[in-house]
């Protein structure tokens, strides 16, 4: 007997007497009376920056900033050269020094967005770049984990991630260092 | 016994008692912060409880579930693999890198690859796994293993750490600043990331409707890792997996709460194909969990998220250090996983236990681990893998606590040895001794003071 057929045996036969899953009344989950202001609030914590009030023009700045400093980025936003930049290798992005995206929906108990393969284009982006700026639509941000499952569709893709803050550790004594091996900065305009 | 036990090695651990008191403080400090984290949710009770029915279920119809996994993730294009032992998963992960002359690998966190053995195996075979987390970097480069599930490195301070990185990375010599430190560390992955050929990770959780699965980091390793490689390597043990992806809405939730006192971990990230070019695999491990499944009392362990907040909260880990335990997975949860693994070897670990019950409590999935610490005792004692100063003192001590009289009398004679010779307990033949003072012993005992007083 193969590997596969020994351990799906063993498995039906030790297996305990079938239970129910929980039917889960989500209505019992925590639901926030201003979710803009807890999402910033948590988001910022997680290590994040937020541009809500006049984000537009800030994020006309934040773009115009980068490309005077003439370092590598990519703009996803209004960029449609997203089919060239999936096929770039990590090597070829190892340079980026700021990406550009939108996320599809953001979450108020935790700061997290999520973020489409579509969205992203190429699957390294978000992680090798090194400053990650994400727009939002205040619209899209639910209460939380339940209800951001709802809305998305998890799997209809090859890859999606929610992202909430910049890469970071805290192997060495505990101590927070932001920056680990993914984006070194988040900054997020919500509009 | 080959392996040293628990108290032994934990003695030497707590020889230096600055280093224990702050290995101590520091994961208190991470069990503080759970508590935090817990307390903004008012439906917290609720979500472990969905939790733990989830998990139960999933257990009650897993191979179902893991043929559900198995077909739909085929039908995505990821390759499935299957593992009965550890020895089973080196040999298929190695056939990979062969078939693909591969030689570039990056590793992020697992804890089923450290379970396998598997950097060695390969290193046996001129291999050579680079491990990318932080923490794991850190005792890679020392030829450590880690100390704890999700804080590989906590045994150690910044001192080491920079002298590790001066020997190894050529960093500033006597430079203790972490942010410096892993930034050193990030410059130098960088580079072994890029030029990466194949990423190996494992799993948090794996969706049996979708044939999908999910890795949880704050680093970003383990997306560095494979989405630069052309081959990613997945493993996972069978109890990894879930019904429905609307059940991660539960278990993400609670994952980072209990580990770190995160709302969430930085990347939740969901590998559902791979991209045209990139082979994907998942090597579905058992290696002694479906035994475990077979056994009424413990097989509830295997709902594990392997959060560690059982690991923090226990005054005996925290007191003794993750290398005390001899094994991969350390602390109350360990102690439970281990001598289904390995009886004779691991059992001492089911002793290494107050029985205080804070484990349970904290548990996110309800595993009731300081009962099964408890079970796990009779059935090592009853299997005769108990050394002989600890057995002839559980079967005195047995004598002892079902006789009142004789346990009254035990009491008097006890207390009064304490007041009227102490040398007598305050030796080295005492082990109780060791590295503690001892009471002064009261006058009376509870029983007769509550009678004198009620
Ligand atoms: S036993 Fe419970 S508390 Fe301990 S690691 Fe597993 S899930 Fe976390």
Same mark, same amino acid.
């Given at each position: $007997?193969?590997?596969?057929?020994?351990?799906?045996?063993?498995?039906?036969?030790?297996?305990?007497?079938?239970?129910?899953?929980?039917?889960?009344?989500?209505?019992?989950t925590i639901?926030?009376?201003?979710?803009?202001?807890?999402?910033?609030g948590i $988001?910022?914590a997680a290590g994040?920056?937020?541009?809500?009030?006049?984000?537009?023009?800030?994020?006309?700045?934040?773009?115009?900033?980068?490309?005077?400093?003439?370092?590598? $980025?990519?703009?996803?936003?209004?960029?449609?050269?997203?089919?060239?930049?999936?096929?770039?290798?990590?090597?070829?992005?190892?340079?980026?020094?700021?990406?550009?995206?939108?996320?599809?929906?953001?979450v108020?108990e935790n700061g997290a $967005?999520?973020?489409?393969?579509?969205?992203?284009?190429?699957?390294?982006?978000?992680?090798?770049?090194?400053?990650?700026?994400?727009?939002?639509?205040?619209?899209?941000?639910?209460?939380n984990m339940?209800?951001?499952?709802?809305?998305?569709?998890?799997?209809?893709?090859?890859?999606?991630?929610?992202?909430a803050g910049?890469?970071k550790t805290a192997d060495?004594e505990q101590n927070l260092?932001?920056?680990?091996?993914?984006?070194?900065?988040?900054?997020?305009?919500?509009? | 016994?080959?392996?040293?036990?628990?108290?032994?090695?934990?003695?030497?651990?707590?020889?230096?008692?600055?280093?224990?008191?702050w290995h101590d403080e520091t994961l208190w400090f991470v069990r503080h912060k759970r508590d935090k984290a817990v307390n903004t949710l008012p439906e917290w009770e609720i979500l472990r409880d969905w939790a733990s029915?989830?998990k139960?279920?999933?257990?009650?119809?897993?191979?179902?579930?893991?043929?559900?996994?198995?077909?739909?993730?085929?039908?995505?294009?990821?390759?499935?693999?299957?593992?009965?032992?550890?020895?089973?998963?080196?040999?298929?992960?190695?056939?990979?890198?062969?078939?693909?002359?591969?030689?570039?690998?990056?590793?992020?966190k697992?804890m089923?690859?450290?379970?396998?053995?598997?950097?060695?195996?390969?290193?046996?075979?001129?291999?050579?796994?680079?491990?990318?987390d932080?923490g794991?970097?850190?005792?890679?480069?020392?030829?450590?293993?880690p100390s704890h599930i999700v804080l590989p490195a906590i045994h150690?301070?910044?001192?080491?750490?920079?002298?590790?990185?001066?020997?190894?990375?050529?960093?500033?010599?006597?430079?203790?600043?972490?942010?410096?430190?892993?930034?050193?560390?990030?410059?130098?992955?960088?580079?072994?990331?890029?030029?990466?050929?194949?990423?190996?990770?494992?799993?948090n959780f794996?969706?049996?409707?979708?044939?999908?699965?999910?890795?949880c980091t704050n680093e970003?390793?383990?997306?560095?890792?494979?989405?630069?490689?052309?081959?990613?390597?997945?493993?996972?043990?069978?109890?990894?997996?879930?019904?429905?992806?609307?059940?991660?809405g539960v278990f993400l939730r609670l994952l980072a709460r209990s580990a770190t006192g995160q709302p969430i971990t930085t990347y939740s990230?969901?590998?559902?194909?791979?991209?045209?070019?990139?082979?994907?695999?998942?090597?579905?491990?058992?290696?002694?969990?479906?035994?475990?499944?077979?056994?009424?009392?413990?097989?509830?362990?295997?709902k594990c998220i392997r959060c560690a907040a059982c690991f923090n909260t226990c005054p005996v880990y925290r007191r003794?250090g993750g290398?005390?335990?001899?094994?991969?997975v350390a602390g109350p949860i360990g102690?439970?996983?281990?001598?289904?693994?390995?009886?004779?070897?691991?059992?001492?670990?089911?002793?290494?236990s107050t029985?205080c019950g804070s484990c349970s409590n904290v548990c996110p999935v309800k595993i009731d681990i300081h009962?099964?610490?408890?079970?796990?005792?009779?059935?090592?004692?009853?299997?005769?893998?108990?050394?002989?100063?600890?057995?002839?003192?559980?079967?005195?001590?047995?004598?002892?606590?079902?006789?009142?009289?004789?346990?009254?009398?035990?009491?008097?004679?006890?207390?009064?040895?304490?007041?009227?010779?102490?040398?007598?307990?305050?030796?080295?033949?005492?082990?109780?001794?060791?590295?503690?003072?001892?009471?002064?012993?009261?006058?009376?005992?509870?029983?007769?003071?509550?009678?004198?007083?009620?």
């Amino acid at each position: $007997m193969n590997a596969r057929e020994t351990i799906l045996k063993t498995v039906a036969m030790n297996k305990p007497e079938l239970t129910e899953l929980p039917d889960m009344d989500l209505s019992l989950t925590i639901q926030y009376p201003d979710l803009i202001q807890q999402f910033i609030g948590i $988001m910022e914590a997680a290590g994040g920056k937020a541009y809500y009030e006049n984000s537009r023009q800030d994020l006309l700045n934040d773009i115009a900033e980068v490309k005077a400093e003439g370092k590598f $980025m990519i703009n996803l936003l209004e960029d449609s050269n997203a089919e060239e930049w999936a096929s770039l290798t990590a090597s070829e992005l190892e340079a980026l020094d700021t990406c550009y995206l939108r996320a599809e929906l953001g979450v108020a108990e935790n700061g997290a $967005m999520w973020i489409s393969e579509k969205q992203m284009s190429n699957r390294l982006l978000p992680f090798i770049c090194q400053h990650l700026v994400i727009v939002l639509d205040p619209g899209d941000v639910v209460n939380n984990m339940h209800e951001a499952y709802r809305q998305i569709d998890a799997t209809a893709e090859g890859f999606g991630v929610f992202i909430a803050g910049p890469s970071k550790t805290a192997d060495i004594e505990q101590n927070l260092v932001i920056g680990a091996h993914g984006a070194r900065s988040l900054r997020v305009y919500l509009l | 016994m080959s392996v040293k036990q628990h108290a032994e090695a934990a003695q030497e651990f707590i020889r230096d008692e600055a280093r224990t008191d702050w290995h101590d403080e520091t994961l208190w400090f991470v069990r503080h912060k759970r508590d935090k984290a817990v307390n903004t949710l008012p439906e917290w009770e609720i979500l472990r409880d969905w939790a733990s029915r989830i998990k139960n279920h999933t257990l009650s119809n897993l191979d179902y579930y893991l043929r559900n996994f198995e077909e739909k993730a085929a039908s995505n294009g990821i390759i499935v693999h299957w593992a009965s032992d550890t020895e089973d998963h080196n040999r298929i992960i190695h056939k990979i890198i062969a078939d693909n002359k591969i030689d570039k690998i990056v590793k992020s966190k697992s804890m089923l690859t450290e379970e396998c053995h598997l950097n060695e195996y390969l290193q046996n075979k001129g291999i050579q796994i680079l491990d990318t987390d932080l923490g794991e970097y850190i005792v890679q480069l020392r030829k450590e293993s880690p100390s704890h599930i999700v804080l590989p490195a906590i045994h150690l301070k910044r001192q080491d750490v920079s002298e590790t990185f001066h020997e190894h990375l050529n960093t500033e010599k006597g430079n203790y600043d972490p942010q410096y430190l892993a930034g050193s560390a990030r410059h130098h992955l960088r580079e072994r990331f890029i030029e990466s050929d194949l990423a190996i990770t494992g799993v948090n959780f794996a969706i049996a409707e979708s044939g999908s699965f999910v890795v949880c980091t704050n680093e970003g390793n383990a997306d560095m890792g494979v989405h630069s490689a052309g081959i990613h390597i997945a493993c996972m043990g069978i109890e990894k997996l879930i019904p429905k992806t609307e059940h991660l809405g539960v278990f993400l939730r609670l994952l980072a709460r209990s580990a770190t006192g995160q709302p969430i971990t930085t990347y939740s990230s969901h590998f559902n194909k791979p991209r045209p070019w990139q082979q994907m695999h998942v090597v579905i491990v058992d290696n002694g969990r479906s035994r475990q499944l077979g056994r009424a009392d413990f097989r509830n362990s295997l709902k594990c998220i392997r959060c560690a907040a059982c690991f923090n909260t226990c005054p005996v880990y925290r007191r003794s250090g993750g290398h005390s335990y001899h094994s991969t997975v350390a602390g109350p949860i360990g102690s439970i996983l281990n001598p289904n693994l390995d009886m004779e070897a691991n059992s001492d670990l089911p002793f290494a236990s107050t029985l205080c019950g804070s484990c349970s409590n904290v548990c996110p999935v309800k595993i009731d681990i300081h009962e099964q610490l408890w079970k796990w005792r009779q059935v090592i004692v009853a299997n005769g893998y108990v050394d002989k100063g600890k057995k002839a003192g559980m079967q005195g001590m047995a004598w002892v606590l079902s006789n009142p009289q004789v346990y009254r009398m035990a009491g008097k004679i006890g207390r009064w040895i304490m007041r009227t010779f102490p040398f007598m307990l305050n030796n080295r033949l005492n082990v109780w001794y060791k590295q503690r003072e001892m009471p002064r012993a009261p006058e009376k005992s509870f029983r007769d003071w509550f009678k004198e007083n009620k």
